[in-house]
């Protein structure tokens, strides 16, 4: 049997209806949506980092961590414990995530101009190919 809604829509795009719920700015959603990403790939920055310590990771981690701050209004990221990494070693994976990652990262800092986050991802993109690479034995 068929009971008419009684309450008003919440999808109501009438002209002229005010909404309850809060709108977002295109500016806004991108910033959230860089800062998603970003944390993401600190994440799996710091699980590299528990892996096999290095100083670039060290420096890219913080650089990331400003940047999430920063398109956060000032809230700093969770942070992953380096020793609560996973035990078993696969730091080809996760450079292959973070390599993804940073990519979506790099496409949002792009459509928004933000050209810090636009390099920051771009070099991080170019370190974990790097990772990825076999290495080329010099035996001349």
């Known amino acids: 049997m068929y009971e008419a809604i009684r309450s008003k829509s919440v999808h109501s795009t009438a002209a ?3 909404s309850d719920f809060p709108h977002r700015s295109r500016e806004e959603e991108l910033d959230i949506q860089l800062a998603g990403h970003l944390a993401a790939l600190l994440a799996v920055t710091d699980e590299l980092r528990a892996l096999a310590p290095a100083a670039d990771l ?3 981690a913080e650089r990331l961590a400003e940047q999430v701050t920063r398109l956060r ?3 700093a990221p969770v942070r992953v414990p380096v020793t609560a990494a996973h035990p078993e070693p696969h730091p ?3 450079h ?3 390599h993804t990652l940073a990519g979506r990262a ?3 800092a792009a459509s928004r101009a933000d050209t810090a986050a636009a390099i920051l991802t771009a070099e991080r993109m170019d370190a ?3 990772a990825l690479e076999p290495r080329e034995l010099a035996a001349h």
Request: hydrophobic share 50%; glycine share 10%; charged share 20%.
């Open 96 to 98: 292959r995530r973070a």
């Open 16 to 18: 002229g209806t005010t």
């Open 128 to 130: 974990h190919t790097a």
């Open 73 to 75: 209004a000032g809230r």
């Open 106 to 108: 790099l496409v949002v």
């Open 58 to 60: 060290d420096a890219a």
């Open 92 to 94: 080809a994976a996760l």
